[in-house]
C-alpha cells in the first residue's frame, strides 16, 4: 500500500522557518510528480509547489516565490519542502501528493503554524 508520510511541521513566529519533509513507500518515486498542497481553515486546499521526476522542473504559486523550496532526493524518496520568511498566511495543514498519469496519493498533512 502507498504512504506518504509528512513531518517537520510545527509552530514558527512571523519571518522564520521550516523545512517539511515527504517520505514515500511502495511506489516508484522515480516516476512520480512530487507536490505540496495545503488547507487554512475554512479554505479550499490549494496548490503550493510541484517538481517533476526528472529535470527536475519546479513551480510555486506566486505568493511563495522567493521564499519557499521544493526539492527532492530520489534515493531516499523524499520531497521537502524549505519555507523561509513565513508569515500568518502560510498558517495551514500541509499535503504531500504524488502524481503518475491517472494514479494520486496524498498523505495525511503536518499542521505549519505561524504565530507570534
Known amino acids: 500500500q502507498v504512504q506518504l508520510v509528512e513531518s517537520g511541521g510545527g509552530v514558527v513566529q512571523p519571518g522564520g522557518s521550516l523545512r517539511l519533509s515527504c517520505a514515500a513507500a511502495?511506489?516508484?518515486?522515480?516516476?512520480?510528480?512530487m507536490s505540496w498542497y495545503r488547507q487554512a481553515p475554512g479554505k479550499e486546499r490549494e496548490f503550493v509547489a510541484g517538481i517533476d521526476n526528472h529535470v527536475p522542473f519546479t513551480t510555486y504559486r506566486d505568493s511563495v516565490k522567493g521564499r519557499f523550496t521544493i526539492s527532492r532526493d530520489n534515493a531516499k524518496n523524499t520531497v521537502y519542502l524549505q519555507m523561509n520568511s513565513l508569515n500568518h498566511d502560510d498558517t495551514a495543514l500541509y499535503y504531500c501528493?504524488?502524481?503518475?498519469?491517472?494514479?494520486?496519493?496524498w498523505g495525511q498533512g503536518t499542521q505549519v503554524t505561524v504565530s507570534s
Open positions: 511502495c511506489l516508484t518515486f522515480n516516476n512520480y510528480v
Open positions: 501528493k504524488a502524481n503518475s498519469g491517472s494514479l494520486g496519493y
